[in-house]
């Protein structure tokens, strides 16, 4: 088994690339070895010391490590960790994986629809390529909340992704959006 990696543009993590399918539907989101309890794969990568998030995607593995550890210490265990993984022949979740937009109620419905097919058809592609995602949280007077994932959540140009990108793209195409904003999980 042969493990790529990218850099991203959180210097804070890396995306691996085991060359196989990882999810088959959906994303999942580790901010924490206690979220983990669902994913075996998950749960092997916080055995590393270190690592501080596990993000899944589906072709891809977004792993978070702490500040002091630099990725030359720490990227041959993650490297390892991964390939047992897939070599013990067990799943990647036990469970369903499905990190989706979230409900919303009430009367801006069709405002939000467009908001979520924005979204995945113009930004979560692409955010995909750099090992995070961003999902829907909210749609309220006018201001867009999302909740950002993987390498997007703690990154030093998320803040500039959501103004400079997904705002004006949401403001270009609905113009009752007038700002965008993050949310914590």
């Known amino acids: 088994m042969f493990i790529q990696t990218e850099s991203t543009p959180n210097p804070a993590t890396l995306k691996f690339l085991p060359g196989q399918q990882v999810l088959e539907l959906g994303t999942a989101d580790f901010p924490s070895a206690e979220a983990a309890t669902t994913s075996p794969l998950a749960k092997r990568l916080f055995a590393v010391d270190g690592v501080t998030g596990v993000f899944l995607g589906y072709d891809f593995i977004t792993v978070t490590k702490t500040d002091n550890l630099e990725w030359p210490h720490l990227k041959p265990a993650v490297l390892g960790a991964i390939m047992e993984h897939f070599q013990s022949g067990q799943p990647v979740m036990e469970g369903e994986a499905v990190s989706a937009h979230r409900a919303h109620d009430g009367e801006d419905g069709a405002i939000v629809e467009q908001i979520?097919?924005?979204?995945?058809?113009?930004?979560?592609?692409?955010?995909?390529?750099?090992?995070?995602?961003?999902?829907?949280?909210?749609?309220d007077r006018g201001v867009v909340y999302l909740h950002m994932q993987g390498s997007c959540a703690g990154c030093p140009s998320s803040t500039l992704t959501l103004k400079m990108g997904i705002e004006n793209?949401?403001?270009?195409?609905?113009?009752?959006?007038?700002?965008?904003?993050?949310?914590?999980?």
């Open 116 to 139: 979520k097919e924005l979204l995945d058809t113009r930004v979560r592609p692409a955010v995909a390529q750099d090992g995070g995602d961003i999902t829907f949280h909210g749609f």
């Open 169 to 185: 793209l949401l403001r270009h195409y609905i113009p009752e959006v007038l700002e965008v904003r993050p949310v914590a999980a």
